[in-house]
């Protein structure tokens, strides 16, 4: 045997050795780094619907104190958590989210409901980093917040929306979706998930919509927007809102029945009314005279 040969045989269990330690050692590390257990994500997130959501002080874009009751006060909030420290995840579903709020809004209004995403990762999520989140994804919605909890407030706060994270050597691996909470500050739903799409938040944020109590004043014209509301349907050819023409269709040619139920109601009663009247005031004949026997 050639003394190369040996060598190389020896340089070939060398490296098979290398790999088998490179394998083992990756494994190894991998079963060290934190992960989240989407299962139990999932339960504490399902957990949280139907619970109040906690009213916890928190700082907006300009540094302001505010409280997260304020932006559920009357109306829907939309519910997002994200760090600015994250450099792809975070962004991709804030885009996403983006766009699926554009198609809400063509369709429900503006004013119909409130967004706020939070920054969990404190005391690094402050005021002046929300604010560039911000604008790196160009949201200037009047109806959209960046908030900041304090760090007392993450876990309290992160808990009661049933949002889970677990920080990891890349950063934090986290729960991807939104919180839809209802007017009275309680959680309606859970939209998980990575594709936010205008027919996920849109139906759970109809509901609310259709269900809230109408307004003291311009109680009209919320009747009319409500009927809006209920004649929309999502369309997932061009992925936004239309009006379900069959429905509305549906609901003039009942309105029409109703209408002409009334009318010829309203016409028989009419004219029962008039006989009875004239009746009453008909005057009545004269009676004969008895007649009396001849004798």
Known sequence: ?????????????????????????????????PALDEREALRLAEAAVGQPVPDVALRDRQGRAVRLASYHQGKPLLV???????????????????EAVRGLEKRFGESQFNIVSIGFNQPFDGPDEMRAFAAQQRIAHRNWD??????????????????SYVATPAGFDHVLGVTVVDAGGRIHAQVLGDRLRADRLGEPLR??????????????????ERVRILCTVYDPDTGTYRYDVKLILELIGGAMFFLSVLAYLGLEWRRQWRARRASSLRVPAEAPAPCLPVR
């Open 1 to 33: 045997m050639r003394p190369c040969d040996e060598i190389g045989r020896k340089l070939v269990r060398i490296g098979a050795a290398a790999a088998l330690l490179l394998i083992t050692g990756s494994g190894a590390l991998a079963e060290g780094v």
């Open 207 to 224: 509901r609310l919509l259709l269900d809230a109590p109408l307004p003291a004043q311009d109680r009209l014209a919320a009747v009319v």
């Open 146 to 163: 960046f908030l900041s909890p304090a760090p007392e407030s993450v876990a309290p706060l992160t808990r009661g929306l049933g949002f």
């Open 80 to 98: 997002s958590f994200i760090y600015t420290g994250c450099f792809q995840v975070c962004p991709t579903q804030t885009r996403a989210l983006l």
